[in-house]
């Protein structure tokens, strides 16, 4: 069972109840912010225009990060929730806001009553930012000149006492003469001797990288009054945007080891939290021992640049006086963006190395910036290195990720969609296609996706009072007092289909069983490059009213031998209403081809004749019904054979007065279609039917056993393409035989000839046969001989 329930939609049913298109009944677009607010956007990373388009959010460099300090929010002591914005202004609040508007004609001016103690304001950023250069922008007209004397200093935004809003302020800039300039701009000067350049190619000025300052409060003060002294402007540029921040938020996840807990904090841009990592004299393997991380961004990015901030003493209520705190004794980070091994398990390369300290300086660093050339990444793995000897007890407070541009992959899905309710009618609705209208310039890519069912269900998690997630049994053991909130999430039901393959063009015909009572759509935007965004101006469902009100079938018998002629009946039962109007054809998705001549077809009981019968390809079958069917029953019996593993026989309605439309068929019961093949459970045969023949040809051209036929069928294998090679008795490869397409049975053929063109000698020859697998036996070798 899957769950994505958008929140805000947890309480109730998770329905898109949107009007059809003004275009008609048949037609519902979208194509208006209301219509996509609706979908279920990974936060901060898709925006939605005002005609209704969508594109991705870019992600910048070089940032003023007071103009959207008013964006995010942090808990306090004293103030609860608050927004970035001023944090303080001891005189002339009433102005404060125009120091952070972005406009140079305001300006704001203390009173000149008050006493320059109280000439001071503080900006909070709202979350920490690594800063470059603040720049100072100043009035100069009547009524308003810059300040004379002043000072700016900085504050990280960890607290120094438990139960305020206490900050360790620290000095960044002061004049050492009266100022009458109108800009000031100066560097921040910090860790600059922990930037590491890791791509050597990488064109990087490490004299203007190496300068940062992670930075969250910014106290501008006066050191005398002068006359009509004011400030126009705190510009606070910072390296970029923090990907990190809303990683949860955006549908990302974490987990760890038992000795690195709760990396979480490491992304919250919260400056009192922290994740934990301990552990003395460390001996084991990283893996066994719990010394690990690991992070889902919740979208594939072109990361660049990592920061790490591990805790100092005086930090987040630590004590000034104890120094027990470091950096550890090495780790690893590794980056991913979501390619699997064959065990399934997320594929990690190398990112950063960070060595061992070597020295009591290199011990004493807590902060590092990680530079490298774009690369897409999804998913992070930190670990410790596994040297013995040496203690972790380290803190690190904030991991700062920072990307080049657009993200290069997001994925969205909308809400279950209810045509019947959109409609107002309620009644089945038969989905014919899909379209879109889009730009997708070189390099950028637009993906679509369906997945359809009838059955919603409701998931319910238990809370105590802390917040803390419990079982539904400790739950209503609780007494009241005690007991949290229970949120209920809608989540699809056991009768839905797994996502369809992705659409190719816009107006394909819909991939999912159609009609189901709700579809879901996912909607893939993604680009190679990160300085362009594709852009969706709308998407639209073709639909009709369905040809029945349902329909639901079975196939019998349920098991069968391996590539064996087995005789098989598929009965159906549809349901309608008079409404309806009903259905002449059907339509089967066989394993193998079907001999018309021995289909066999009853309606109600009754042996009819068909109107017509078909066969397209190895595995579509079609039957016309000698009348048109709206409530009964009908069995259609065929022979085929069956060469994969729980094979689904597939069935569909069709009218032909409505060409292009196929009702699906539901199974009756969980897997009342699917027919299992027992011997080949047991068995790692993947390989089976072989046939060569002739053993013995002469490829002479006379037209007689010219050519050798290689066929065979392939048991439990999926998505996979066989080879086939001839080698001689020496084992040199003599030739590679290409496949002939189409079909179920694989067929090569070998009209004696290397892979120059050239007729072989006479002689012993072996065919060997790959099935291309990673397990089982997917090889087999036979003999050929030429002759002439």
């Not at 001797?193 to 006066?222: H, K, M, N, S, W």
């Not at 189901?516 to 469902?541: G, H, N």
């Not at 080698?727 to 892979?755: H, K, M, Q, T, Y």
Request: glycine share 8%; with cysteine.
């Amino acid at each position: 069972m899957s769950s994505w329930c958008q929140r805000g939609f947890r309480l109730g049913l998770c329905l898109l109840l949107l009007s059809a298109a003004a275009s008609g009944a048949d037609l519902f677009t979208i194509d208006s912010p209301a219509k996509w607010q609706s979908w279920q956007m990974p936060e901060g990373l898709v925006e939605i225009g005002a005609e209704g388009h969508l594109e991705l959010v870019r992600f910048r460099k070089e940032i003023n990060a007071v103009l959207d300090a008013h964006r995010f929010t942090h808990p306090t002591q004293k103030r609860d929730e608050v927004s970035g914005g001023i944090w303080r202004a001891d005189s002339g609040r009433e102005t404060a806001d125009s120091i952070i508007d972005g406009e140079r004609a305001t300006f704001w001016k203390p009173d000149a009553d008050d006493p320059v103690q109280r000439w001071q304001v503080e900006i909070d950023l709202g979350r920490p930012v690594l800063v470059k250069e603040i720049r100072l922008k100043f009035p100069d007209r009547a009524g308003a000149r810059p300040f004379r004397q002043f000072r700016v200093l900085v504050a990280t935004g960890a607290r120094i006492k438990a139960a305020d809003d206490v900050f360790k302020f620290d000095l960044v800039y002061a004049t050492t003469q009266p100022n009458a300039e109108t800009d000031i701009a100066f560097a921040i000067d910090g860790h600059r001797d922990t930037t590491r350049v890791l791509d050597p190619a990488l064109d990087v000025d490490l004299r203007e990288e190496g300068r940062f300052l992670l930075v969250q409060y910014i106290r501008f003060a006066a050191n005398e009054k002068s006359p009509d002294a004011a400030l126009a402007e705190v510009e606070v540029i910072g390296v970029g945007d923090n990907i990190a921040l809303g990683t949860l938020e955006r549908g990302g996840s974490f987990e760890n080891g038992l000795l690195a807990r709760d990396p979480q904090n490491q992304f919250d841009g919260l400056m009192d939290t922290f994740s934990h990592i301990a552990t003395v004299y460390q001996e084991g393997d990283w893996s066994e021992e719990g010394l690990w991380w690991q992070a889902d961004l919740g979208a594939l990015f072109w990361l660049d640049g990592i920061f790490v901030y591990w805790q100092d003493r005086g930090e987040a209520l630590s004590s000034f006086l104890y120094d027990g705190f470091n950096a550890g004794a090495g780790y690893n980070i590794l980056s991913s963006e979501g390619r699997r091994t064959t065990a399934g398990a997320i594929d990690f390369d190398p990112l950063i190395l960070e060595p061992k300290w070597k020295n009591s300086r290199e011990r004493k660093l807590r902060h590092f910036r990680y530079l490298f050339a774009p690369r897409k990444v999804r998913y992070l793995l930190w670990h410790g290195l596994s040297v013995g000897g040496h203690s972790w007890y380290s803190h690190p407070m904030e991991l700062m990720l920072f990307a080049s541009g657009y993200p290069a992959q997001v994925v969205l899905r909308s809400d279950f969609i209810a045509l019947g309710q959109i409609v107002g009618d309620d009644r089945p609705k038969a989905i014919k296609s899909l379209s879109w209208e889009a730009e997708t310039p070189a390099a950028t890519r637009l993906q679509l996706r369906s997945r359809s069912g009838s059955a919603l269900e409701e998931v319910y998690t238990f809370y105590d009072k802390k917040g803390d997630e419990v079982t539904e049994g400790k739950w209503l053991s609780s007494p009241k007092v005690i007991r949290g909130p229970v949120d209920t999430a809608i989540v699809i039901g056991a009768d839905w289909g797994e996502w369809s393959n992705l659409y190719q063009f816009a107006g394909e015909r819909f991939k999912s069983q159609t009609p189901r009572r709700f579809l879901q759509l996912e909607l893939i935007m993604s680009t190679e490059d990160p300085a362009i965004t594709p852009r969706v101006r709308s998407l639209s469902i073709e639909f009709e009213d369905a040809l029945v009100q349902g329909a639901r079938g079975q196939i019998l018998p349920r098991s069968a031998e391996p590539n064996t002629d087995t005789r098989f009946t598929y009965t159906l039962w549809s349901s309608a209403d008079a409404g309806d109007p009903g259905f002449d054809r059907l339509r089967f998705t066989t394993p193998s081809a079907v001999d018309p001549g021995e289909v066999m077809l009853r309606l109600s009981g009754r042996e009819v004749a068909p109107a017509d019968l078909s066969v397209q390809g190895d595995s579509l079958l079609f039957v016309d019904l000698p009348e048109t069917v709206t409530q009964d029953s009908i069995q259609v019996d065929f022979t085929a054979k069956v060469l994969r593993n729980a094979t689904v026989f597939a069935a569909n309605l069709g009218a032909a007065g409505r060409p292009g439309l196929w009702q699906s068929v539901e199974a009756v019961e969980r897997r009342a279609n699917i027919v299992f093949l027992p011997a080949l459970v047991a068995s790692d045969r993947l390989i089976g039917d072989l046939q060569i023949a002739p053993g013995a040809f002469t490829p002479n051209g006379d037209g007689i056993n010219d050519s050798v036929e290689i066929r065979f069928a392939l048991f439990k294998v999926e998505g996979t393409e066989p080879r086939v090679w001839i080698f001689d008795l020496s084992g040199r490869l003599v030739a590679e035989l290409d496949r002939s397409p189409g079909g179920n049975i694989e067929a090569f053929s070998w009209e004696g000839r290397d892979r120059a063109g050239n007729l072989v000698r006479p002689g012993i020859y072996l065919c060997h046969i790959d099935a291309r697998t990673e397990s089982g036996k997917d090889s087999v070798v036979r003999s050929i001989a030429v002759s002439y």
